[in-house]
């Protein structure tokens, strides 16, 4: 009877390592189209910074996914049979293949929305069609709406997470309790225009985004739900995205304002509005208050604490998405602008001005800062120079 019920144990354990630890096989389509959605050569120019074939160039960022995923032991291989090229991906669920599929399809829909942008001539020298490679496919907790990526992450890092944008709120994430090998988890992308290029192009891309709305919607429908059916939070940075927002789906998003988006029928989505994250070395810079520091100081704790309170409520509703929003978002605010104000500020000279955490600490004692931290909650500073949409 013992050995019946082991027997049985060990059946029961090994048809959930089988179910959990399959083989999967992925159609990715020609060598032409894979090529083109996978923005190979992703840096050539006559000596190739990586000279990986086109093979290897899908198999790293599929790798990048399947670590992203938690999957550390999974394995990938693809390879061309006839100008056919497909991924065979071992260590991970049964089914793992269909957001891959799902995304290489809405990158089609982003590939004609170029072709048609470049045919009336606005298709600049030095950009890139870049589609979000290399995100968690299956585990993600949030999702994150963005500009556009900047060219370096395709060209030099190869990596789309890899920003000076993305670094910096993974550190408000990990300030937020969020362990930093889990990141990858909250940082889901969806760039409303689909085009690595310089970080300084954002106001060149204005007027590209109608070219790219099959595409956008067509992502926000798809990665905005988890593999489970769960609508996950989502974050709109900086004023053209959260404009895109008003212009798609009717609703307001300004920094640290809820709303709920609709993408498909019967699935609600909360949005967060939110500074982009590279905003505060401009709100921070002096030159914009005619080189009064303590304005900039300022103008910078406030950024500060509102990104940490839209971080908060970002890692707060990414592990539990079924909780109140408007509460959380209370709550995030106090504890970042109220409560913890000290820490945002010690926060803010440390990794914005680069003080050490003594000369912080000491920083965020004086009378003239605990002045400025009681702006926290109050609008910005006035600048005598406005930044670029």
């Known amino acids: 009877m013992k050995k019946t019920a082991a027997l049985s144990v060990a059946l029961t354990a090994l048809t959930l390592t089988l179910t959990a630890h399959a083989d999967v096989d992925v159609k990715l389509g020609s060598k032409e189209r894979v090529t083109r959605l996978f923005a190979y050569p992703n840096n050539c120019n006559v000596i190739c910074f990586r000279d990986?074939?086109?093979?290897?160039?899908?198999?790293?960022?599929?790798?990048?996914?399947?670590?992203?995923?938690?999957?550390s032991s999974a394995q990938v291989r693809v390879v061309n049979d006839n100008d056919q090229l497909h991924a065979t991906i071992t260590g991970v669920p049964d089914g793992y293949d269909k957001p891959l599929t799902s995304l290489l399809d809405a990158g089609d829909l982003a590939y004609s929305g170029a072709r048609k942008l470049n045919a009336d001539g606005k298709f600049a020298y030095n950009w890139y069609l870049f589609l979000p490679l290399g995100m968690a496919l299956e585990n993600r907790k949030s999702v994150e709406l963005l500009h556009f990526p900047p060219d370096y992450s395709l060209t030099q890092a190869q990596d789309y997470l890899r920003s000076a944008t993305s670094d910096r709120w993974a550190a408000l994430l990990t300030d937020n309790g969020i362990p930093a090998d889990q990141t990858p988890a909250f940082q889901t992308i969806i760039d409303i225009a689909p085009i690595a290029a310089?970080?300084?192009?954002?106001?060149?891309?204005?007027?590209?985004?109608?070219?790219?709305?099959?595409?956008?919607?067509?992502?926000?429908?798809?990665?905005?739900?988890?593999?489970?059916?769960?609508?996950?939070?989502?974050?709109?940075?900086?004023?053209?995205?959260?404009?895109?927002?008003?212009?798609?789906?009717?609703?307001?998003?300004?920094?640290?304002?809820?709303?709920?988006?609709?993408?498909?029928?019967?699935?609600?989505?909360?949005?967060?509005?939110?500074?982009?994250?590279?905003?505060?070395?401009?709100?921070?810079?002096?030159?914009?208050y005619g080189g009064d520091q303590t304005k900039a100081d300022e103008a910078g704790l406030k950024v500060m604490g509102q990104d940490l309170s839209a971080a908060c409520?970002?890692?707060?509703?990414?592990?539990?998405?079924?909780?109140?929003?408007?509460?959380?978002?209370?709550?995030?605010?106090?504890?970042w602008q109220v409560t913890d104000k000290v820490q945002t500020c010690k926060l803010f000279y440390t990794s914005v001005r680069k003080l050490t955490p003594d000369q912080a600490a000491a920083k965020c004692r004086t009378g003239s800062v605990g002045r400025q931290l009681d702006q926290l909650r109050k609008p910005l500073p006035q600048m005598t120079r406005q930044p670029a949409a």
């Open 198 to 288: 310089p970080s300084n192009a954002g106001k060149d891309l204005e007027g590209v985004y109608g070219y790219f709305n099959d595409y956008q919607t067509t992502m926000v429908k798809q990665v905005s739900q988890s593999s489970t059916g769960t609508s996950l939070p989502m974050v709109a940075f900086g004023a053209p995205v959260r404009s895109w927002i008003k212009e798609q789906y009717k609703v307001e998003v300004p920094v640290l304002g809820l709303a709920t988006i609709s993408p498909a029928a019967g699935q609600n989505v909360s949005v967060i509005g939110s500074n982009h994250p590279s905003y505060i070395w401009y709100a921070a810079d002096k030159s914009n």
């Open 313 to 335: 409520w970002q890692a707060g509703m990414g592990q539990k998405p079924e909780s109140d929003g408007a509460a959380l978002l209370k709550k995030c605010t106090t504890q």
């Open 52 to 71: 990986w074939t086109l093979e290897q160039t899908v198999e790293h960022y599929l790798k990048q996914s399947v670590q992203r995923d938690g999957y």
